[in-house]
């Protein structure tokens, strides 16, 4: 990332703001919810004025840093910090449970055999003619007219001959997760790859 010349950069910052308080033991990121506490906690210890929160490379590893500009900042954050065993707090979760994948999973394929839609994925596959990459898209092509109920996206399956395909579905969040569903297997598709639309 490239800086006007004169911009305040964290360089700047960092140089302005000397002591450092680290919190120790903790590499995963914080939650949303603490991180605005933190900060909050750092813009009454500082009433209103200057701090950097970032994370610093320190050899092999990364530590979450709080800067000031006066020891005395430094220390009430220390004592804080220490009162809210703040580097014990929770790490944030991505991605579903194990539970939850499963109960997806178990939904989608519900769905798609109570539709129709992997009955019609398949035979769009196998009467297809040509090469893999063409009953590849004619399978997408037929799932892009289904999509799964309560706003869960455009859903996409694939079968492939060779194996494992991936076709992605984009819903609302803009992200995609996956999930592999394995069902009875025709002569010509070993494999269902499901890609539904992630949830925010």
């Known amino acids: 990332m490239s800086y006007a010349k004169g911009e305040n950069t964290p360089a700047r910052k960092r140089r302005r703001l000397p002591f450092r308080m680290v919190i120790e033991e903790r590499e995963e990121p914080f939650l949303a919810a603490d991180r605005a506490e933190l900060e909050a906690e750092c813009r009454r210890i500082t009433n209103g004025g200057e701090f950097l929160y970032s994370m610093e490379r320190n050899g092999d590893r990364y530590e979450h840093v709080v800067r000031f500009g006066a020891e005395h900042q430094a220390a009430a954050l220390a004592d804080w910090l220490r009162r809210e065993r703040f580097a014990e707090r929770p ?94 297997r025709p002569k010509n598709c070993r494999q269902f790859t499901l890609i539904a639309a992630g949830q925010p």
Do not use: D, N
């Open 91 to 184: 790490v944030p979760k991505f991605g579903p449970t194990a539970v939850e994948a499963a109960a997806f999973e178990e939904a989608a394929l519900a769905w798609g055999f109570r539709t129709g839609a992997i009955r019609r994925v398949i035979q769009a596959f196998r009467h297809e003619p040509g090469s893999l990459t063409r009953q590849w898209s004619a399978a997408h092509q037929m799932l892009a007219r289904y999509q799964m109920p309560e706003g869960g996206g455009t859903t996409q399956h694939a079968c492939s001959s060779r194996g494992r395909r991936s076709i992605t579905g984009t819903g609302s969040s803009g992200g995609a997760s996956r999930r592999t569903i394995r069902s009875g």
